[in-house]
């Protein structure tokens, strides 16, 4: 229905809408009245070429008065102005009568535009005016896009977003809320009583690194009042008398005051789950066209990263939409479509808000305490935390994260400095560590060697092996005269005779030089198929979270290289959530489970409710019972074996029983620090993977945040983070600078 001037806007709109069923079939065309085809071929070829958007071919059908009037880029703008607006996808038309007068002749004829958003527009009843030019010539006006178009009107859609639904856990507590309350934080340097307990706070309390609290404060000067942070009702409520006592950011009247409430989309923690729900912010330019594909607008705001952009319909619904003519004064001239909205669905995801915050607060508060050690030079890492049993999801924590919030342009960050302070950052804050990036394993890929060369008879799990400093495999064609311990590297007593599953615990890298060597020359294809058979090399398939590293697993070409596998070190790259995914193989018995991170969308028992994912068994692997004893039984003694297990000295006290693997990878600069592990080592529930990069050994920097992880989410007194963290960083040694000082040594 089209709606006229001298109704009001809200009676118009409801008619409009309420005329948005199924139009009934249109009736046969009346028999034209014309003595001529040719005006009616005219009106065919421009509908033709305007369908093509031809705006030429459009253009040399126009008489000589429209063209004076009309330049070809203004006839041309007019119609690309109209397209963009209605999101134009093809016209067609209909004749229904041509009159002649003279040299005149006047079509009366319908049109249907066709458009992704409104569907098919109707304008009925209109009127062409043609006349002899040599030939049946348009005379053309902006009247002839659209009936009401005149030289002071224009086209406009109006879009009207029903509120954008929530986000949350498993448990029903919110991740991403719509109109809840965000606290923004403002200090004055001059009125802190200590500076540095300021930073400590606000690190703790925003995730952020103290170094870069600091760079922000670095460009105020002492009596400056500056904006730091922006957080949800909940930690503010939690963190406001520390801020209060060390930043002196307390609540005051006024538009100076040091805290600032309104009303927008709210993040839970501001920055413990970026990574998973993403955020919002307005149609990127260079996106426009894409998202008006999908029905939006210049300005709109949408999901621009994880859930939020993964299920953007879902959240954000269909707008309600009209499409208008209006005079410069906004008058509305003509409503010529409406598209109904359609409601949004909340998105309930698979993650345990609390493990999910305890692991983000448990790296950022690690990262900061080890500044003056590996924390300075980190480029950052991540944590998972799996459910054994199902494939879902608990944590997944990147590092370091950043506030969605400052996408939205209803914050009060500076956004232009917030984001280019973030582009700056070389731990590349917007990756996800967890899923987008591969790491070289290093010796939690020892996992695999031990499962395998068990399976497959290479050695016996109660076979002894003597692990000294010194490794040689001339016999099995290495091309390295010699190859070292990792005690070598710090002056440890070598391990001595060790099984198969002491040699996985105490991390031997002789005994698995000499796995990797035996099973290259039974096969030399048979490390890797373990590899691939424990989903390395492949996606996991994890939906939601934007791309996903496929790791790599290359067969090795000589027994160098099949050596450097057997300890991580050669040809294999791994995700977070691959580790994550093989501790939790080794915990059930090789059930295969589908991870994800979505359980449903609506709400359970409404008319919305859909379940999006649920536990699926990809497949049963068949692995060997003493082979994954060997590898469980090894896992165990590295968190509980005094002088043996790697991280033993970690877990020493804890009120709690896991098993789990240590890794040290080299590269070339500081070491990838590794550590998997499942919890509890009876019945076990939860599979963690975590790294590191560019840090120390696994069992000194990874370890220690499981522990903390644990400590805190178990409820247990809290272990503190290894002194040794504010010291001055040492740089770990090579493999090769252990043996030039070891021969050194010897000589």
Same mark, same amino acid.
């Given at each position: =229905?089209?709606?006229?001037?001298?109704?009001?806007?809200?009676?118009?709109?409801?008619?409009?809408?309420?005329?948005l069923a199924p139009a009934a079939p249109p009736s046969p065309a009346p028999q034209i009245?014309?003595?001529?085809?040719?005006?009616?071929?005219?009106?065919?070829?421009?509908?033709?070429? #305007?369908?093509?958007?031809?705006?030429?071919?459009?253009?040399?059908?126009?008489?000589?008065?429209?063209?004076?009037?009309?330049?070809?880029?203004?006839?041309?703008?007019?119609?690309?102005?109209?397209?963009?607006?209605?999101?134009?996808?093809?016209?067609?038309?209909?004749?229904?009568?041509?009159?002649?007068?003279?040299?005149?002749?006047?079509?009366?004829?319908?049109?249907?535009?066709?458009?992704?958003?409104?569907?098919?527009?109707?304008?009925?009843?209109?009127?062409?005016?043609?006349?002899?030019?040599?030939?049946?010539?348009?005379?053309?006006?902006?009247?002839?896009?659209?009936?009401?178009?005149?030289?002071?009107?224009?086209?406009?859609?109006?879009?009207?977003?029903?509120?954008?639904?929530?986000?949350?856990?498993?448990?029903?507590?919110?991740?991403?809320?719509?109109?809840?309350?965000?606290?923004?934080?403002?200090?004055?340097?001059?009125?802190?009583?200590?500076?540095?307990?300021?930073?400590?706070?606000?690190?703790?309390?925003?995730?952020?690194?103290?170094?870069?609290?600091?760079?922000?404060?670095?460009n105020y000067l002492a009596e400056t009042r500056f904006h730091v942070a922006e957080m949800? *009702?909940?930690?503010?409520?939690?963190?406001?008398?520390?801020?209060?006592?060390?930043?002196?950011?307390?609540?005051?009247?006024?538009?100076?005051?040091?805290?600032?409430?309104?009303?927008?989309?709210?993040?839970?923690?501001?920055?413990?789950?970026?990574?998973?729900?993403?955020?919002?912010?307005?149609?990127?330019?260079?996106?426009?066209?894409? #998202?008006?594909?999908?029905?939006?607008?210049?300005?709109?705001?949408?999901?621009?990263? !994880?859930?939020?952009?993964?299920?953007?319909?879902?959240?954000?619904?269909?707008?309600?939409?009209?499409?208008?003519?209006?005079? !410069?004064?906004?008058?509305?001239?003509?409503?010529?479509?409406?598209?109904?909205?359609?409601?949004?669905?909340?998105?309930?995801?698979?993650?345990?808000?609390?493990?999910?915050?305890?692991?983000?607060?448990? =790296?950022?508060?690690?990262?900061?305490?080890?500044?003056?050690?590996?924390?300075?030079?980190?480029?950052?890492?991540?944590?998972?935390?799996?459910?054994?049993?199902?494939?879902?999801?608990?944590?997944?924590?990147?590092?370091?994260?950043?506030?969605?919030?400052?996408?939205?342009?209803?914050?009060?960050?500076?956004?232009?400095?917030?984001?280019?302070?973030? +582009?700056?950052?070389?731990?590349?804050?917007?990756?996800?560590?967890?899923?987008?990036? &591969?790491?070289?394993?290093?010796?939690?890929?020892?996992?695999?060697?031990?499962?395998?060369?068990?399976?497959?008879?290479?050695?016996?799990?109660?076979?002894?092996?003597?692990?000294?400093?010194?490794?040689?495999?001339? +016999?099995?064609?290495?091309?390295?005269?010699?190859?070292?311990? #990792?005690? %070598?590297?710090?002056?440890? *007593?070598?391990?001595?005779?060790?099984?198969?599953?002491?040699?996985?615990?105490?991390?031997?890298?002789?005994?698995?030089?000499?796995?990797?060597?035996?099973?290259?020359?039974?096969?030399?294809?048979?490390?890797?198929?373990?590899?691939?058979?424990?989903?390395?090399?492949?996606?996991? !398939?994890?939906?939601?979270?934007?791309? *996903?590293?496929?790791?790599?697993?290359?067969?090795?070409?000589?027994?160098?290289?099949?050596?450097?596998?057997?300890?991580?070190?050669?040809?294999?790259?791994?995700?977070?959530?691959?580790?994550?995914? %093989?501790?939790?193989?080794?915990?059930? !018995?090789?059930?295969?489970?589908?991870?994800?991170?979505?359980?449903?969308?609506?709400?359970?028992?409404?008319?919305?409710?859909?379940?999006?994912?649920?536990?699926?068994?990809?497949?049963?692997?068949?692995?060997?019972?003493?082979?994954?004893?060997?590898?469980?039984?090894? =896992?165990?003694?590295?968190?509980?074996?005094?002088?043996?297990?790697?991280?033993?000295?970690?877990?020493?006290?804890?009120?709690?029983?896991?098993?789990?693997?240590?890794?040290?990878?080299?590269?070339?600069?500081?070491?990838?620090?590794?550590?998997?592990?499942?919890?509890?080592?009876? *019945?076990?529930?939860?599979?963690?993977?975590?790294?590191?990069?560019?840090?120390?050994?696994?069992?000194?920097?990874?370890a220690p945040m499981i522990r903390r992880i644990l400590d805190v989410y178990l409820v247990?007194?809290?272990?503190?983070?290894?002194?040794? #963290?504010?010291?001055?960083?040492?740089?770990?040694?090579?493999? &090769?600078?252990?043996?030039?000082?070891?021969?050194?040594?010897?000589?």
């Open positions: =229905m089209l709606c006229l001037l001298l109704l009001s806007v809200s009676a118009c709109e409801s008619a409009l809408l309420q005329d009245e014309t003595t001529a085809g040719e005006p009616a071929d005219v009106l065919a070829a421009f509908i033709d070429a #305007w369908a093509r958007e031809d705006y030429e071919a459009m253009y040399r059908l126009i008489a000589e008065r429209s063209r004076e009037l009309y330049p070809l880029q203004r006839f041309i703008n007019q119609y690309t102005g109209a397209h963009s607006v209605i999101r134009f996808a093809g016209v067609s038309h209909r004749l229904k009568k041509v009159a002649h007068q003279g040299a005149t002749a006047i079509i009366h004829y319908d049109i249907v535009i066709s458009s992704p958003t409104f569907g098919e527009v109707a304008d009925d009843n209109r009127v062409m005016r043609l006349i002899q030019e040599g030939g049946w010539k348009i005379a053309w006006s902006s009247m002839d896009i659209f009936d009401g178009m005149s030289s002071r009107a224009r086209l406009i859609e109006r879009a009207d977003f029903p509120p954008r639904a929530n986000i949350y856990d498993r448990n029903g507590k919110l991740l991403a809320e719509e109109g809840g309350l965000v606290f923004s934080l403002y200090v004055v340097k001059q009125d802190m009583r200590d500076v540095e307990a300021c930073l400590e706070a606000l690190a703790e309390a925003t995730l952020q690194q103290i170094s870069t609290l600091r760079g922000i404060f670095a949800d *009702e909940v930690r503010y409520l939690r963190y406001r008398e520390r801020l209060a006592a060390d930043c002196a950011i307390t609540r005051t009247e006024g538009p100076f005051s040091r805290v600032l409430s309104y009303e927008s989309r709210s993040y839970y923690g501001h920055g413990i789950a970026t990574h998973i729900v993403g955020y919002i912010g307005a149609v990127p330019a260079d996106e426009l066209e894409r #998202w008006e594909a999908r029905g939006r607008s210049a300005g709109d705001l949408v999901g621009r990263a !994880g859930i939020e952009e993964a299920y953007e319909d879902t959240l954000a619904g269909a707008p309600q939409r009209y499409l208008r003519i209006v005079d !410069g004064g906004s008058v509305i001239i003509r409503e010529l479509a409406g598209a109904l909205g359609s409601a949004p669905s909340a998105v309930t995801l698979t993650i345990d808000r609390d493990l999910q915050e305890i692991t983000a607060q448990a =790296m950022a508060d690690a990262v900061s305490y080890a500044v003056p050690n590996w924390g300075g030079i980190t480029a950052g890492g991540a944590i998972v935390a799996l459910d054994i049993n199902t494939g879902e999801i608990l944590a997944l924590a990147s590092y370091p994260s950043f506030d969605p919030h400052i996408f939205n342009p209803g914050t009060l960050y500076n956004i232009g400095n917030a984001v280019l302070r973030l +582009d700056r950052d070389v731990r590349n804050p917007f990756v996800n560590k967890a899923l987008a990036e &591969q790491y070289t394993p290093g010796s939690v890929y020892k996992i695999v060697t031990t499962l395998a060369a068990a399976s497959e008879r290479i050695w016996a799990p109660d076979a002894i092996f003597e692990c000294g400093y010194i490794w040689r495999g001339d +016999d099995y064609g290495d091309s390295e005269p010699f190859r070292t311990d #990792w005690r %070598l590297l710090e002056d440890r *007593e070598p391990t001595g005779p060790v099984t198969m599953p002491q040699a996985l615990a105490a991390s031997c890298n002789p005994f698995f030089y000499e796995m990797g060597a035996l099973m290259y020359r039974e096969d030399p294809l048979m490390q890797i198929r373990y590899a691939e058979l424990l989903g390395f090399g492949a996606p996991s !398939g994890l939906v939601g979270l934007g791309i *996903e590293a496929a790791g790599t697993v290359s067969p090795p070409r000589e027994p160098a290289a099949a050596i450097n596998n057997a300890i991580g070190q050669g040809e294999v790259t791994v995700t977070v959530v691959q580790m994550a995914q %093989l501790a939790a193989l080794i915990a059930n !018995g090789g059930r295969f489970y589908q991870p994800y991170i979505v359980s449903h969308i609506g709400s359970e028992g409404e008319a919305d409710y859909a379940a999006v994912n649920e536990p699926t068994l990809k497949t049963q692997l068949p692995l060997d019972g003493a082979a994954l004893q060997a590898v469980r039984d090894g =896992m165990c003694m590295v968190t509980t074996a005094r002088d043996l297990g790697t991280a033993e000295y970690v877990f020493r006290g804890a009120p709690y029983t896991l098993c789990g693997k240590t890794g040290t990878a080299e590269t070339a600069g500081n070491p990838q620090a590794w550590f998997v592990a499942y919890y509890p080592r009876e *019945e076990p529930e939860i599979a963690f993977a975590g790294v590191m990069a560019q840090s120390r050994e696994g069992s000194e920097v990874v247990h007194p809290i272990e503190p983070f290894p002194e040794w #963290w504010r010291e001055p960083y040492t740089p770990v040694k090579s493999q &090769q600078e252990a043996l030039a000082e070891y021969l050194a040594e010897e000589s």
